[in-house]
């Protein structure tokens, strides 16, 4: 008698993971910087997105300006920086393909929620849960609760999550960090891209049945 395996559930991360977040968030950096005086350097900051904000505006603000403008930054944020930003290639077809396997897609992100949301909407990417706030190793509790065989990220921290939760890591070279970078960070696959992610599932799904039929 065999076990069955586990339902499919994937994570992902959001930002230049599923979407190209960079001209949506220098477009309100922008405006955060017209309205506080401060030019912000947006191109060398878009090359490090993946940490919470704050960490992003504590090297150009003073101590007790940075938590205020990440405040004011979430309030422009939908005005300028959702409409800017699309979907990254791939990124519907890797949703599509863990529905076609009849899985479920969780998107697991540090973007502040309501934020995080009018992106999927305005994209028409249909996720069955969507878990904000949550960065680095904190996004394991989720992927533990949402019973994730796999994170899909595109940052070091985010195969710190995964492996905080004991899932597979899964790294995409969208992002700001190199190959070497997340394998070192431990990352179990990298790939270049989600449109990599259709054909890289399709084995990964018939790798587990065969376990599965041979009752390992």
Not at 28 to 51: C, K
Not at 63 to 78: I, S
Not at 204 to 211: L, P, S
């Amino acid at each position: 008698m065999t076990t069955p395996a586990a339902p499919l559930v994937v994570g992902f991360d959001l930002d230049m993971t599923l979407i190209d977040t960079v001209p949506g968030f220098v477009a309100a950096l922008e405006a955060l910087g017209a309205e506080l005086g401060v030019d912000f350097p947006a191109a060398d900051m878009t090359t490090r997105l993946g940490p919470p904000l704050d960490h992003l505006l504590a090297d150009h603000l003073e101590p007790e300006a940075v938590a205020p403008a990440g405040d004011r930054f979430r309030e422009l944020y939908p005005d300028h920086a959702v409409h800017p930003v699309p979907l990254l290639p791939g990124a519907r077809e890797a949703v599509d393909a863990v529905r076609r396997h009849g899985g479920r897609v969780v998107v697991v992100t540090g973007k502040f929620p309501r934020n995080a949301q009018l992106h999927l909407d305005h994209l028409a990417l249909d996720v069955d849960h969507l878990e904000g706030w949550v960065w680095g190793v904190g996004k394991a509790d989720v992927l533990r609760r949402e019973g994730a065989r796999m994170y899909v990220g595109d940052h070091v921290h985010d195969v710190e999550g995964a492996l905080a939760a004991g899932v597979l890591s899964v790294s995409v070279l969208t992002g700001g960090c190199t190959r070497e970078e997340l394998v070192a960070a431990g990352t179990h696959v990298v790939l270049d891209d989600l449109a990599s992610f259709p054909a890289w599932l399709d084995g990964y799904v018939a790798r587990e049945a065969g376990r599965v039929v041979a009752g390992e």
